[in-house]
T-cell receptor, first 116, second 112 residues
Framework: NAGVMQNPRHLVRRRGQEARLRCSPM?????VYWYRQLPEEGLKFMVY????????ESGMPKERFSAEFPKEGPSILRIQQVVRGDSAAYFC??????????????FGQGTRLTVV | DQQVKQNSPSLSVQEGRISILNCDYT??????FLWYKKYPAEGPTFLIS???IKDKNEDGRFTVFLNKSAKHLSLHIVPSQPGDSAVYFC???????????WGAGTKLIIKP
């Protein structure tokens, strides 16, 4: 029973390039959440998706960042024209239903993005 | 505006003793609090939670205490073991909102 799988684990991009981060939720989970952790800080909510729908992207920067969760395949967090400030650990979590109350989300191991 | 604060970046405790990790919050709408444990290069794993209608929740060696009037919660680990060395995050949410608001974490080091 595989957990939440994220790849790649480490990603290095030059300024101006695109970064694509993938997240495969746990089997049976249809709700996906992306969080970002900057150095020395806690995780910050970015976006919540269900299959083919963005439910809440209030934590996502308005420009250069986008997310999708297609009917088939993993959820993708896409960062265009990366800048040094995008360097962070990006965590994906999934849950079988809407997380809240007694329903917790399970986290992947994260993707550490380094922009050089 | 930090709604969830963990004021101790690190804590060192002797093996076998009690570890107490603290967390303060400012938003009175929060009614569900969680503690996560995180090892280096891994994702956070859920440890224990508490609803605002309770003031204590216990699970084995882990106990979380909630003081709503002080907007303060704490995680007690007793006895502390070497495998408990990790970063501990306090997180909170309002009602059934899925968005977790996280503290910056406290690095717990258990000394042999």
């Amino acid at each position: 029973n595989a957990g939440v799988m994220q790849n790649p684990r480490h990603l290095v991009r030059r300024r101006g390039q695109e970064a694509r981060l993938r997240c495969s939720p746990m089997k049976g989970h249809s709700h996906v959440y992306w969080y970002r952790q900057l150095p020395e800080e806690g995780l910050k909510f970015m976006v919540y998706l269900q299959k083919e729908n963005i439910i809440d992207e209030s934590g996502m920067p308005k420009e250069r960042f986008s997310a999708e969760f297609p009917k088939e395949g993993p959820s993708i967090l896409r960062i265009q024209q990366v800048v040094r400030g995008d360097s962070a650990a990006y965590f994906c979590a999934s849950s079988p239903g809407l997380a809240g109350g007694d329903t917790e989300a399970f986290f992947g191991q994260g993707t550490r993005l380094t922009v050089v | 505006d930090q709604q969830v604060k963990q004021n101790s970046p690190s804590l060192s405790v002797q093996e076998g003793r009690i570890s107490i990790l603290n967390c303060d919050y400012t938003n009175s709408m929060f009614d569900y609090f969680l503690w996560y444990k995180k090892y280096p290069a891994e994702g956070p794993t859920f440890l224990i939670s508490i609803s605002s209608i309770k003031d204590k929740n216990e699970d084995g060696r882990f106990t979380v205490f909630l003081n709503k009037s002080a907007k303060h919660l704490s995680l007690h680990i007793v006895p502390s073991q070497p495998g408990d060395s990790a970063v501990y995050f306090c997180a909170a949410r309002a009602d059934s909102n899925y968005q977790l608001i996280w503290g910056a974490g406290t690095k717990l080091i258990i000394k042999p």
